[in-house]
Nanobody, 118 residues
């Protein structure tokens, strides 16, 4: 069974930075994507970033391009989200997810709260 555990959330002022981590276990992730989604109160879950485990190819949501960076450590089965120039609208619960190529995410962490004050 896949387990995903996020850490690194917190409270930060606008313009600041945070680094989220996700520890993954329970299977081999070759052929998988690992990524981050977020959900703000009253809003739908939103795609943030994705990394393809096999070659490190990355994709970002439009709202975070140029500010956020996703990376992975294959040896440790960990994925990171470096968030710079944070804005109040980045406030949300951030979830780590894993999914096989050409499928929808089905494995989720419990989430970590990120709050950006203005």
């Amino acid at each position: 069974q896949v387990q995903l555990v996020e850490s690194g959330g917190g409270l930060v002022q606008a313009g600041g930075s945070l680094r989220l981590s996700c520890a993954a276990s329970g299977r081999t992730f070759s052929g998988y994507h690992m990524g981050w989604f977020r959900q703000a109160p009253g809003k739908e879950r939103e795609f943030v970033a994705d990394i393809r485990w096999s070659d490190g190819n990355t994709i970002y949501g439009d709202s975070v391009k140029g500010r956020f960076s996703i990376s992975g450590d294959n040896a440790k089965n960990m994925v990171f989200l470096q968030m710079n120039n944070l804005k109040p609208e980045d406030t949300a619960v951030y979830y780590c997810a894993a999914w096989a190529t050409n499928t929808a995410p089905k494995d989720w962490g419990r989430g970590t709260q990120v709050t950006v004050s203005s």
